[in-house]
């Protein structure tokens, strides 16, 4: 069965600072990976996707992660976090074709601090 | 393009009730999923459509669950003898096949 681990629960980092959010994901194939955000009140947004090629994606918002086949990771960064970064963010995997269902970590929430 | 759009937004029932919600999915898309998000916990899938043929249904979802898909289109999840573990926010979102999820604002459930 398909899963995705948050380890870090909760993460705090200085505004300016920079910032990578954990993600493993087990999956028997080639997996189709996403990250969301949502902030508080709103809405799940896509922040970025890998589906094959290039194992660096680019995002919105500056963000981009990496796919690592060999750690079964995606970990999502971002250079310089924003106040406005400050939200609960989602990794997710599902797979290509057939009946693949995408299914959601737990979260992780970040704050960010001036 | 008008995104996925749930109805109603919140809906607060009596322990026992039956509740529906319903989703309209962006138009061309011919995926549709149904997740339940509590508090400080990531979307849980319960179901997902393609067209209207119900593909997977979560092993974890009661028999007091069901969604309907019936012309493809919009959907419904509905929730009979509701208990105040049911109480929730409710997701929608759709996909083309292989496209990432767009989801809907949700529908806040609240059993008293």
């Known amino acids: 069965a398909q899963s995705v681990t948050q380890p870090d629960i909760h993460i705090t980092v200085s505004e300016g600072a920079s910032l990578e959010l954990r993600c493993n994901y087990s999956?028997?194939?080639?997996?189709?990976l996403f990250w969301y955000v949502q902030s508080p009140g709103q809405g799940l947004q896509l922040l970025l996707k890998y589906f094959s090629g290039d194992t660096l994606v680019q995002g919105i918002k500056g963000f981009e992660a990496e796919f690592k086949r060999s750690q079964s990771s995606f970990n999502l960064r971002k250079p310089s976090v924003h106040w406005s970064d400050a939200a609960e963010y989602f990794c997710a995997v599902g797979g290509s074709g057939g009946y693949q269902k995408v299914t959601f970590g737990t979260g992780t929430k970040l704050q960010v601090i001036p | 393009d008008t995104g996925v759009s749930q109805d109603p937004r919140h809906k607060i029932t009596k322990r026992g009730q039956n509740v529906t919600f319903r989703c309209d999915p962006i138009?061309?898309?011919?995926?549709l999923y149904w997740y339940r998000q509590t508090l400080g916990q990531g979307p849980e899938f319960l179901t997902y459509f393609q067209n209207e043929a119900q593909l997977e249904k979560s092993r974890l979802l009661s028999d007091r669950f069901s969604a309907e898909r019936p012309k493809g289109s919009f959907s419904t999840l509905e929730i009979q003898r509701t208990e105040q573990g049911d109480s929730a926010m409710y997701l929608c979102a759709s996909s083309l096949v292989d496209g990432e999820l767009f989801f809907g604002e949700g529908s806040r459930l609240t059993v008293l």
């Open positions: 999956y028997g194939a080639t997996p189709y």
């Open positions: 138009s061309e898309h011919n995926r």
